[in-house]
């Protein structure tokens, strides 16, 4: 009996170990997102990128410098204002996988997202920190066949840590988790939220951070 009681404890304690252990694994595989911005990153575009890679597979793409239209800059007015009182905010529902972007009592857009496939979607409520109308993500691993590369991201806006929304160029499903953990959209449903958030970035800025007087909209994601 006394032999029973000390194996109990042993077989539980290498239990903890292994799952801390493959829990820890799948942390560092899975759960950065698209990765926080390098510090020198500017927002700009990168007129000679290198392959971009998703999942261990070449991209064929072809993504000229965006420039906005006088109709969609125009959005950004009152978005500092419906900021600072909510206002103005952006619901993510992934169950439907769709994004709603509420001006009071009005939706102003709804658009289809693709979330976390390949790691999970964080819930909860957030505010935009950062915005950048290009970055480079990089992330998952090759021996798991989740490797990106991905030169020229285009209208990125950060929520929480290395998580955003943001177009992408990679694929066309939208409607259906194709993520790392990100939001996709398409380029021109992700060009119209850029520019309708907060923090503002001007026609000729390429990144913008936020505070008091520019503040980070706010997101709101459940299933």
Request: aromatic share 14%; with cysteine; hydrophobic share 35%.
């Amino acid at each position: 009996m006394r032999s029973l009681k000390v194996l109990i404890p042993l077989s539980l304690a290498l239990s903890i170990f292994v799952l801390f252990f493959s829990a820890r694994d799948i942390i560092d595989d899975e759960s950065c997102g698209c990765g926080p911005p390098d510090s020198s990153e500017t927002g700009k575009y990168n007129p000679t990128p290198e392959l971009a890679i998703f999942n261990n597979e070449v991209v064929d793409y072809k993504l000229a410098e965006l420039t906005p239209s006088l109709d969609i800059l125009s959005s950004q007015e009152g978005a500092v204002l419906g900021a600072v009182s909510d206002e103005r905010w952006i619901e993510v529902d992934l169950s439907d996988q769709k994004l709603y972007a509420h001006n009071g009592n009005n939706i102003d857009y709804e658009f289809l997202i693709s979330g976390g496939k390949w790691a999970p979607t964080p819930k909860g409520e957030f505010r935009i920190w950062v915005k950048l109308k290009y970055t480079k993500m990089e992330g998952g691993k090759k021996e798991n066949n989740t490797y990106y590369y991905l030169s020229n991201v285009p209208y990125v806006q950060y929520f929480y840590r290395g998580y955003g929304i943001h177009g992408a160029y990679w694929h066309s499903n939208f409607g259906n988790p194709m993520s790392h953990g990100c939001i996709n959209m398409a380029i021109p449903d992700a060009e119209k939220l850029f520019y309708w958030t907060s923090p503002l970035v001007g026609q000729k800025s390429w990144v913008a951070y936020s505070a008091k007087d520019n503040p980070g909209t706010r997101i709101v994601i459940h299933d």
